[in-house]
Structures are given as C-alpha cells and as structure tokens.
C-alpha cells in the first residue's frame, strides 16, 4: 500500500529574474506535512535568491490549485503535539511567505480548499481562472479555518472570512473571490492567465527591488505578532483534531472520495 503522505514534490526554477515555485501532490495537491515543510523551505530559499526578484507560487496539473490539510495524514494523528506539528506546517508557509522580501504572484488554475485559501490569501497578487472556485471546509470536519484564518481575513475581510468559514460545505466562485479581494485578475483560460502572468513578473523583475521590499513590509504592517498567533491557531487545530467527531467526519469524507 503507497504510502500518500511520502508523495509529492516542490521544485524551484530562476529564470530571467522569475523565481517560479511548484508543488504537486496527486491526491489533488493536498499537503502532507513533509510537503508543508519542504514548501516553506522553498519559499524562503526563493526570498534570499539573488538572481530572483520576484517569485511566482503554483501547483501541478490542471483543475485544482490546492486541496488543502492531507486527509490520509490528519487520520494518523494520534496525539496533541503531533496534531500541533502538522497545523504549525501551514502556520510556516504563511510566514514564510509572509516575511519573504519579494513579491509573491499566485497562479491559481483551479479549485482551492482549506489550507489552499490560505495559499491564495497568502500571496502578495493572486491571479486566477475561472475554474477557481474556493471553499474552507474545515469546520464540515470539526475543526476550524484558524491557521489560515488571519491571512484570508486579512485579504478579504472578516465579513467574507466569516461566510467561509461557516458556510462549509458550499463552493464560492472565482468571480466572487475576486469581488471579494482574494484574487486580483481572473481569466477564462489558463492560456489567458499564463500571459498576464509572465508579462506582470517581468516588469516587476525589472523593478527596483528595495522599493518593492519596502512596499512588502508596508503591506504586511501589524502582522508582527502571526508567529505566535498561528502557532496559537495550530494548537487550537491539534487538539480539535483528536475528536471524536472529527475522526468520523474524516472517515466519512475518505470513503466518498
């Protein structure tokens, strides 16, 4: 039996001033943890490229962005820290992309679930399809958006957050994202998206990048304190995992996919 949480990749390319960073994982994007930390890591390695000067954010295949939390992965949480570990992996890809010095375009091509919300949410100029649909499903499972909670609040206002978060089992489309503030462009073909992506990264490959540092720092101003407020969010998450409600929903929704 493969193991689903081992699978996945994150790879990295630099051209022409471009940092572009791709994670895929079959099981529709979601994210193991091993992956979490890998994409992290290739975030910030991605910040202190020299040759980078601004990076663009993306996943494999067409369809869906990002499935979010790894169901295989939350099931086999059998105790707090371990249920803690695997949230504080979401809460380190937001800060990692939070504090990287460059500016962080999302190409979304299709559905976002959960943690993949937070991705968007996350990104300093998110760009979509109209495939985009978003949904944060995570209280349908017992547990609560609160990791990626403070950066699509941020974003989208706690008014939107709020109707994500407690209408979770219903799919919002891309048009309303944008209406919304999570996604600046949306466009009706992947080809369309691509183009307005490249033509975006380079002339901001061709900006000065101190500007563009100082205006990322503006832009996050008063996130100083999401180390401890997403580790805070993560064990909140830890332990609403172990429920028992929780194990039932998630076998529940194994079964149906």
């Known amino acids: 039996m493969t193991d689903k949480t081992k699978l996945g990749s994150v790879n990295t390319v630099v051209e022409n001033g471009v940092a572009t960073v791709t994670f895929g994982h079959p099981a529709h994007n979601s994210l193991p943890g091993r992956l979490l930390g890998k994409l992290a890591d290739a975030i910030t390695a991605a910040g202190r490229e020299e040759a980078a000067k601004v990076i663009i954010l993306r ?88 990791v990626v909670g403070p950066a699509v609040e941020r974003k989208m206002g706690k008014s939107a957050m709020t109707h994500l978060a407690i209408n979770a ?13 999570l996604f600046n462009e949306v466009f009706e073909t992947d080809e369309q998206m691509d183009a307005y992506i490249a033509h975006l990264a380079e002339k901001l490959a061709s900006s000065n990048p101190e500007a563009m540092r100082l205006l990322k720092e503006a832009f996050w101003s008063g996130t100083e304190n999401w180390r401890s407020l997403l580790e805070e969010r993560a064990a909140m998450s830890g332990r609403l995992v172990l429920s028992d409600f929780t194990v039932k929903a998630i076998n529940q929704f194994k079964q149906k996919a």
């Open 169 to 181: 089992t219903e799919w919002q489309t891309a048009h309303w994202g944008k209406e919304k503030g």
């Open 59 to 146: 996943s494999e295949g067409e369809r869906t962005f990002c499935a979010g939390a790894s169901f295989d992965e939350l099931i086999s949480i059998g105790d707090f820290e371990s249920g803690k570990r695997f949230f504080m992996g979401f809460a380190n890809v937001i800060n990692a992309m939070r504090e990287c010095p460059k500016f962080i375009i999302g190409r979304i091509q299709g559905k976002a679930v959960g943690g993949g919300v937070g991705l968007c949410a996350a990104t300093d100029y998110c760009i979509a399809t109209k495939w985009a649909s978003v949904k944060l499903s995570e209280l349908a499972i017992g547990i609560g958006p609160f």
